[in-house]
């Protein structure tokens, strides 16, 4: 078992690489989308789109039981992950049959369909990564998948900056250097296992039985849903205005939602102190409170930072072929807040024997989302689907706050105490940027938007050294909540 202080570095280690993960991504799609136009930026990303949202029946849910069932009972894990690759061994040639055959189904022309079939191997290398990750989370050694992401990330960038450097950067070849990074996260996620398990875990065995799908079900329909609504506004823009339309929103898209993994370990240590205070409705309360308050002030300094200078971000590291990029942004970018007010929330149902409830929500949002595009994206187009994105976030934070128990005595008004200082300040610290902008160099206006946002936290009593103490308890129960040990 690792002592504290090895497992509080190893946490920072995790986040640091899950940031280099997520600052190499950006900025190598910021590459991809000057080098290679709107357009084929619209194809590139509708392709991956396509195999990730696919990819989904690859899994049905395993891997989580899989997790689950590997830290219960650490013995059996090399059978159960014999079983998990045996049902995935049936289910990827089907898989395949259907990436296969969707982009005829949809009308695709020949170039995206050529591309989203070169995928297909990103999704099979991604689904036995995510399995052999899955095991390695289950017997609590974390470090290996930020270390893997990371790596692959990097191989994927440096291979395809190689390609477009020495002007082959051609769309295949773009998608050949994410099947590179995929590739090794596969292998190198395997070896780990293998180091751990013996060789013999990567023989299939189909002896799983009814059970363990039963259990898998919940899980997969909240992955399903969550893959749906996170692209069918890529794949309404594509069916009605076409892939330039594609490669302009997932400017906006890419930008919004790089964020999410922020209040990740955050949450993941929230939901065993939830699960701890079952029972205790102050003590839920409390904690509930505590962590929409820390979320916001995650959140609101990006989404009214970005709102403020997404004309310069953009010009900036896309071009001016992408202005048309610029309000759909400035609309998307505050779906961000809703969905990190929702991660605490969706913490607590899980917590408290809601999760049904949590993933009908998410059912429910998929509907909202399919509904909201179909209608607004051939009124007003690229920004529809921004707006499309607003109102369904909305909504699944709205309805995980009204299926909050009871018994808590949490009402909105709550929600506005705790967060509302948070807001105001970065409306304030927004109008500031935006004046600012005008006479200084945009990054200038930066460091002047970060000090007016902390002098009105201040100010309106957001920020108080209550705060910080509360702060500096949360940082210690996410090292030992997410750090694993390592025997």
């Known amino acids: 078992m690792l002592n504290p202080q090895t497992l509080a570095k190893n946490t920072m280690f995790l986040t640091v690489a899950s940031v280099g993960q997520k600052v190499i991504a950006f900025l190598y799609f910021s590459v991809i989308a000057r080098t290679i136009g709107v357009e084929n930026t619209g194809a590139y990303f509708l392709a991956l789109a396509v195999v990730t949202t696919i990819g989904v029946l690859d899994d049905v849910g395993l891997t989580s039981v899989l997790i689950r069932e590997v830290a219960r009972v650490p013995e059996k894990a090399k059978e159960w992950t014999q079983n998990v690759i045996g049902a995935k061994c049936i289910a990827m040639p089907l898989t395949v049959l259907v990436a296969f055959f969707v982009p005829a189904m949809f009308g695709y022309d020949g170039d995206s369909a050529t591309l989203v079939r070169i995928a297909i191997a990103i999704m099979l290398s991604d689904t036995l990564s995510l399995t052999f990750y899955g095991v390695l989370r289950g017997l609590h050694v974390l470090k290996y998948e930020s270390l893997g992401i990371f790596v692959g990330q990097g191989l994927t960038a440096a291979l395809g900056a190689v390609f477009l450097l020495t002007g082959h950067g051609t769309l295949p070849l773009l998608v050949v250097a994410l099947i590179a990074g995929s590739t090794w996260n596969a292998v190198f996620s395997a070896v780990q296992v293998v180091r751990r398990l013996g060789i013999g875990v990567l023989q299939p065995s189909f002896s799983f039985g009814l059970s363990p799908l039963r259990a898998a079900s919940a899980f997969f ?91 310069e971000i953009v010009r900036y590291f896309y071009g001016a072929a992408y202005a048309g990029s610029v309000l759909p942004l400035s609309i998307l970018i505050f779906v961000l807040l809703f969905i990190f007010i929702d991660f605490p929330i969706g913490a607590l149902l899980n917590a408290t024997g809601r999760q049904v409830t949590k993933t009908k929500i998410m059912g429910a949002t998929m509907v909202v989302n399919a509904v909201a595009n179909i209608v607004l994206v051939p009124r007003i187009g690229v920004p529809g689907a921004s707006v499309a994105g607003l109102i369904t976030f909305i909504f699944m934070c709205m309805a995980g706050w009204y299926c909050l128990p009871s018994s808590l005595g949490i009402r909105l008004r709550d929600l506005v105490r705790s967060i509302g200082g948070i807001v105001v300040a970065g ?61």
Request: glycine share 4%; aromatic share 16%.
């Open 221 to 311: 329909l909240a992955a399903l849903f969550v893959k749906v609504y996170s692209y069918i506004d890529s794949f309404t823009l594509n069916a009605v205005i076409g892939k330039e339309a594609v490669g302009l929103y997932s400017v906006a898209y890419k930008l919004t939602y790089a964020f999410q993994f922020l209040p990740m370990a955050f949450v993941g240590a929230l939901y065993p102190t939830f699960a701890a205070h079952v029972g205790n409705i102050p003590a839920l309360r409390k904690t509930l409170i505590d962590a929409l308050w820390y979320v916001a002030l995650l959140a609101v300094p990006i989404v009214f930072g970005i709102f403020a200078l997404a004309p």
């Open 427 to 487: 409306i304030i610290m927004s109008f500031v940027v935006i004046v600012v902008k005008q006479y200084v160099y945009w990054m200038l206006a930066v460091p002047v938007g970060a000090a007016v946002f902390f002098a009105a936290l201040v100010a309106t009593k957001s920020f108080t050294i209550e705060h910080v103490r509360t702060f500096r308890h949360s940082l210690r129960s996410t090292s030992y909540a997410n750090t694993p040990s390592d025997s």
